[in-house]
Protein backbone atom coordinates (compact mmCIF):
# COMPACT_ATOMS: atom_id res chain seq x y z
CA UNK A 1 0.00 0.00 0.00
CA UNK A 2 1.10 3.23 -0.70
CA UNK A 3 0.04 6.56 1.22
CA UNK A 4 0.58 10.02 -0.12
CA UNK A 5 -1.24 13.51 0.97
CA UNK A 6 -2.51 14.61 -2.27
CA UNK A 7 -3.08 13.27 -6.36
CA UNK A 8 0.27 13.56 -8.49
CA UNK A 9 2.10 13.02 -5.08
CA UNK A 10 2.46 9.31 -6.13
CA UNK A 11 3.29 9.60 -9.25
CA UNK A 12 6.51 12.40 -8.24
CA UNK A 13 7.72 9.72 -5.55
CA UNK A 14 6.45 5.95 -6.29
CA UNK A 15 5.32 5.42 -9.59
CA UNK A 16 8.24 3.46 -11.14
CA UNK A 17 8.18 1.25 -8.12
CA UNK A 18 4.53 0.87 -7.53
CA UNK A 19 4.48 0.01 -11.73
CA UNK A 20 7.41 -2.19 -10.86
CA UNK A 21 5.80 -4.05 -8.24
CA UNK A 22 2.44 -4.64 -9.50
CA UNK A 23 4.05 -5.81 -12.55
CA UNK A 24 5.65 -8.52 -10.65
CA UNK A 25 2.26 -9.57 -9.47
CA UNK A 26 2.00 -7.57 -6.10
CA UNK A 27 -1.97 -5.99 -5.66
CA UNK A 28 -0.95 -2.38 -5.34
CA UNK A 29 -2.86 -0.42 -3.38
CA UNK A 30 -2.99 3.25 -3.43
CA UNK A 31 -4.63 5.80 -0.73
CA UNK A 32 -4.40 9.86 -0.48
CA UNK A 33 -5.71 11.78 2.84
CA UNK A 34 -6.94 14.39 0.37
CA UNK A 35 -8.36 15.01 -2.99
CA UNK A 36 -5.76 18.17 -3.09
CA UNK A 37 -8.60 20.93 -3.71
CA UNK A 38 -6.55 23.80 -2.84
CA UNK A 39 -3.77 25.26 -5.05
CA UNK A 40 -3.36 26.85 -8.37
CA UNK A 41 -4.50 24.97 -11.44
CA UNK A 42 -6.58 25.52 -14.81
CA UNK A 43 -9.74 22.85 -14.67
CA UNK A 44 -12.91 22.67 -16.37
CA UNK A 45 -16.03 25.09 -16.01
CA UNK A 46 -18.12 23.12 -13.76
CA UNK A 47 -16.32 21.29 -11.83
CA UNK A 48 -14.09 21.74 -8.77
CA UNK A 49 -9.99 21.10 -8.32
CA UNK A 50 -10.58 18.18 -6.21
CA UNK A 51 -13.39 16.52 -8.35
CA UNK A 52 -10.36 17.34 -11.05
CA UNK A 53 -7.78 15.71 -9.54
CA UNK A 54 -9.11 12.60 -8.32
CA UNK A 55 -9.98 11.92 -11.43
CA UNK A 56 -6.29 12.13 -12.54
CA UNK A 57 -5.53 10.26 -9.87
CA UNK A 58 -7.98 7.19 -10.99
CA UNK A 59 -6.24 7.73 -14.61
CA UNK A 60 -2.87 7.55 -13.13
CA UNK A 61 -3.61 4.46 -10.76
CA UNK A 62 -4.25 2.84 -13.94
CA UNK A 63 -1.79 3.57 -15.90
CA UNK A 64 0.49 2.30 -12.77
CA UNK A 65 -1.38 -0.89 -12.21
CA UNK A 66 -3.34 -0.17 -8.93
CA UNK A 67 -5.73 -2.88 -7.90
CA UNK A 68 -7.72 -0.36 -5.54
CA UNK A 69 -8.00 3.55 -4.69
CA UNK A 70 -9.18 5.30 -1.92
CA UNK A 71 -9.19 9.21 -0.56
CA UNK A 72 -9.62 9.13 3.39
CA UNK A 73 -11.61 12.32 2.51
CA UNK A 74 -9.69 15.05 4.30
CA UNK A 75 -9.28 18.62 3.22
CA UNK A 76 -6.01 19.97 1.40
CA UNK A 77 -4.87 21.84 4.24
CA UNK A 78 -3.06 24.14 1.70
CA UNK A 79 0.31 26.20 2.18
CA UNK A 80 1.26 29.81 3.86
CA UNK A 81 3.01 32.01 0.54
CA UNK A 82 6.06 31.31 3.20
CA UNK A 83 5.89 27.26 2.47
CA UNK A 84 4.33 26.52 6.07
CA UNK A 85 0.92 25.85 7.87
CA UNK A 86 -1.96 28.27 6.24
CA UNK A 87 -3.56 30.35 8.28
CA UNK A 88 -7.10 29.61 6.63
CA UNK A 89 -7.66 25.95 5.74
CA UNK A 90 -10.86 23.79 5.65
CA UNK A 91 -12.74 22.63 9.09
CA UNK A 92 -11.51 19.11 7.98
CA UNK A 93 -7.69 19.93 6.94
CA UNK A 94 -5.56 17.04 6.92
CA UNK A 95 -2.99 18.95 9.07
CA UNK A 96 -5.73 19.28 12.19
CA UNK A 97 -7.22 15.95 12.14
CA UNK A 98 -7.10 13.56 15.38
CA UNK A 99 -3.53 11.90 14.38
CA UNK A 100 -4.76 8.42 16.43
CA UNK A 101 -8.14 8.65 14.31
CA UNK A 102 -6.68 8.76 10.91
CA UNK A 103 -4.60 6.31 11.41
CA UNK A 104 -7.30 3.90 12.59
CA UNK A 105 -9.32 4.54 9.27
CA UNK A 106 -5.56 3.88 7.28
CA UNK A 107 -4.89 0.46 9.33
CA UNK A 108 -8.43 -0.40 8.75
CA UNK A 109 -7.79 -0.50 5.01
CA UNK A 110 -4.06 -2.32 5.47
CA UNK A 111 -5.89 -4.93 7.69
CA UNK A 112 -8.74 -5.56 5.20
CA UNK A 113 -6.39 -6.09 2.20
CA UNK A 114 -3.41 -7.99 4.49
CA UNK A 115 -0.60 -5.35 3.35
CA UNK A 116 2.78 -6.36 3.55
CA UNK A 117 4.12 -3.10 2.93
CA UNK A 118 3.27 0.32 3.67
CA UNK A 119 5.50 3.83 1.85
CA UNK A 120 4.61 6.84 3.45
CA UNK A 121 7.13 9.97 4.04
CA UNK A 122 10.26 10.66 5.51
CA UNK A 123 9.56 12.90 9.08
CA UNK A 124 10.18 16.27 7.18
CA UNK A 125 7.49 15.09 4.55
CA UNK A 126 10.16 15.08 1.43
CA UNK A 127 10.18 19.22 0.99
CA UNK A 128 8.21 20.04 4.35
CA UNK A 129 4.55 20.20 3.63
CA UNK A 130 2.43 19.85 6.53
CA UNK A 131 0.05 17.87 4.60
CA UNK A 132 3.08 15.41 4.13
CA UNK A 133 4.36 15.39 7.37
CA UNK A 134 0.98 14.38 8.59
CA UNK A 135 1.13 11.27 6.58
CA UNK A 136 4.44 10.47 8.34
CA UNK A 137 3.01 10.40 11.46
CA UNK A 138 -0.51 8.81 10.20
CA UNK A 139 1.02 5.97 8.64
CA UNK A 140 3.76 5.26 11.06
CA UNK A 141 1.35 4.86 13.71
CA UNK A 142 -1.52 3.08 11.11
CA UNK A 143 1.24 0.35 10.81
CA UNK A 144 1.47 -0.14 14.50
CA UNK A 145 -2.18 -0.86 14.64
CA UNK A 146 -2.18 -3.13 11.78
CA UNK A 147 1.10 -4.66 12.63
CA UNK A 148 2.27 -4.24 8.58
CA UNK A 149 5.66 -5.37 8.91
CA UNK A 150 7.93 -3.05 6.19
CA UNK A 151 7.16 0.46 6.33
CA UNK A 152 8.62 2.89 3.73
CA UNK A 153 9.29 6.62 3.86
CA UNK A 154 9.94 7.72 -0.02
CA UNK A 155 12.14 10.52 -0.10
CA UNK A 156 14.80 11.32 -1.99
CA UNK A 157 18.38 11.76 -1.86
CA UNK A 158 19.63 14.87 -1.25
CA UNK A 159 23.10 15.29 -1.46
CA UNK A 160 23.22 14.88 -5.55
CA UNK A 161 20.05 17.23 -5.92
CA UNK A 162 21.74 19.65 -3.82
CA UNK A 163 25.02 19.72 -5.67
CA UNK A 164 22.83 20.15 -8.93
CA UNK A 165 20.95 23.06 -7.88
CA UNK A 166 23.95 24.96 -6.88
CA UNK A 167 25.71 23.88 -10.55
CA UNK A 168 22.13 24.71 -12.03
CA UNK A 169 22.16 28.27 -10.05
CA UNK A 170 25.54 29.18 -12.07
CA UNK A 171 23.90 29.16 -15.38
CA UNK A 172 19.78 29.41 -14.46
CA UNK A 173 17.94 32.31 -12.44
CA UNK A 174 16.09 30.85 -10.23
CA UNK A 175 12.67 32.77 -9.23
CA UNK A 176 13.76 35.25 -6.22
CA UNK A 177 11.16 33.15 -3.76
CA UNK A 178 13.62 29.45 -4.76
CA UNK A 179 16.01 29.27 -1.82
CA UNK A 180 18.86 26.44 -2.78
CA UNK A 181 19.98 26.29 0.77
CA UNK A 182 16.21 25.13 1.93
CA UNK A 183 17.26 21.78 0.21
CA UNK A 184 20.02 21.38 2.50
CA UNK A 185 18.03 20.22 5.10
CA UNK A 186 14.59 18.28 2.80
CA UNK A 187 14.56 14.87 1.83
CA UNK A 188 17.05 12.35 3.34
CA UNK A 189 20.54 12.40 3.33
CA UNK A 190 22.75 8.91 1.28
CA UNK A 191 24.02 7.60 4.30
CA UNK A 192 20.27 7.15 5.72
CA UNK A 193 18.69 5.75 2.53
CA UNK A 194 18.25 1.81 3.03
CA UNK A 195 16.90 1.21 -0.96
CA UNK A 196 17.67 2.58 -4.16
CA UNK A 197 14.95 1.25 -6.63
CA UNK A 198 16.05 0.97 -10.39
CA UNK A 199 12.59 2.15 -12.01
CA UNK A 200 14.49 2.58 -15.24
CA UNK A 201 12.16 -0.64 -16.89
CA UNK A 202 9.15 1.47 -15.93
CA UNK A 203 10.00 5.05 -17.30
CA UNK A 204 7.13 4.63 -19.51
CA UNK A 205 4.40 4.15 -16.88
CA UNK A 206 5.91 6.74 -14.76
CA UNK A 207 6.02 9.25 -17.22
CA UNK A 208 2.52 8.60 -18.28
CA UNK A 209 1.14 8.77 -14.72
CA UNK A 210 2.91 12.20 -14.23
CA UNK A 211 1.49 12.93 -17.50
CA UNK A 212 -2.06 12.24 -16.20
CA UNK A 213 -2.57 15.05 -13.74
CA UNK A 214 -2.89 17.66 -16.02
CA UNK A 215 -4.25 20.03 -13.86
CA UNK A 216 -0.63 20.27 -11.98
CA UNK A 217 1.56 21.54 -15.03
CA UNK A 218 -0.83 24.39 -15.29
CA UNK A 219 -1.37 27.30 -13.02
CA UNK A 220 0.56 30.22 -11.31
CA UNK A 221 3.53 32.70 -13.08
CA UNK A 222 5.99 30.63 -13.12
CA UNK A 223 6.40 26.35 -14.61
CA UNK A 224 5.09 24.28 -12.54
CA UNK A 225 7.36 21.32 -10.75
CA UNK A 226 5.29 18.94 -13.16
CA UNK A 227 5.60 20.73 -16.27
CA UNK A 228 9.37 20.85 -15.77
CA UNK A 229 9.73 17.15 -15.74
CA UNK A 230 7.19 16.36 -18.09
CA UNK A 231 9.67 18.53 -20.69
CA UNK A 232 12.70 16.25 -19.70
CA UNK A 233 13.59 14.46 -23.27
CA UNK A 234 12.77 10.54 -22.82
CA UNK A 235 15.89 9.24 -23.06
CA UNK A 236 17.30 11.65 -20.49
CA UNK A 237 13.80 11.13 -18.00
CA UNK A 238 15.00 7.26 -17.77
CA UNK A 239 18.36 8.48 -16.55
CA UNK A 240 17.19 11.57 -14.19
CA UNK A 241 13.68 9.76 -13.12
CA UNK A 242 15.11 6.21 -12.75
CA UNK A 243 15.53 5.71 -8.98
CA UNK A 244 13.34 5.96 -6.47
CA UNK A 245 14.18 6.08 -2.87
CA UNK A 246 13.18 4.91 0.43
CA UNK A 247 14.61 4.77 4.19
CA UNK A 248 13.68 1.65 5.99
CA UNK A 249 14.48 1.92 9.98
CA UNK A 250 14.31 -0.68 11.25
CA UNK A 251 17.59 -1.80 9.01
CA UNK A 252 20.87 -0.64 10.06
CA UNK A 253 21.82 3.19 8.25
CA UNK A 254 24.36 2.38 5.70
CA UNK A 255 22.06 -0.99 3.94
CA UNK A 256 21.91 -1.01 0.24
CA UNK A 257 19.01 -2.85 -0.63
CA UNK A 258 18.05 -2.37 -4.28
CA UNK A 259 14.10 -3.84 -4.11
CA UNK A 260 11.47 -3.30 -1.41
CA UNK A 261 10.74 -6.86 -0.66
CA UNK A 262 14.22 -7.66 -0.67
CA UNK A 263 15.74 -9.04 2.84
CA UNK A 264 18.48 -7.56 4.67
CA UNK A 265 21.09 -10.67 6.11
CA UNK A 266 20.33 -10.80 10.07
Partial sequence: ?????????????????????????????????????????????????????MKELYESAAVLGCARVECLGYGDSGLSPKGGIAEERPDNAFIDADSEEAAKALAAILQEEGADLLAIYDPAGGYGHPDHVQVHRVGKRAAQIAGTEIVLEATVNRDPLVRLLKLAGRFYRFPPEFDVRTFESAYSSSETITHRVNVRKYAKQKRASMAAHTSQASGGDSDRTLAVMLKVPRPLYRFVFGTEWYVRRDLPPGTRLRHPFEQWPK
Fill in 1 to 53: MFFHAHPDDEALLTAGTMAMLAAEGHRVVLVVATAGERGLAEIEPGETLGETR
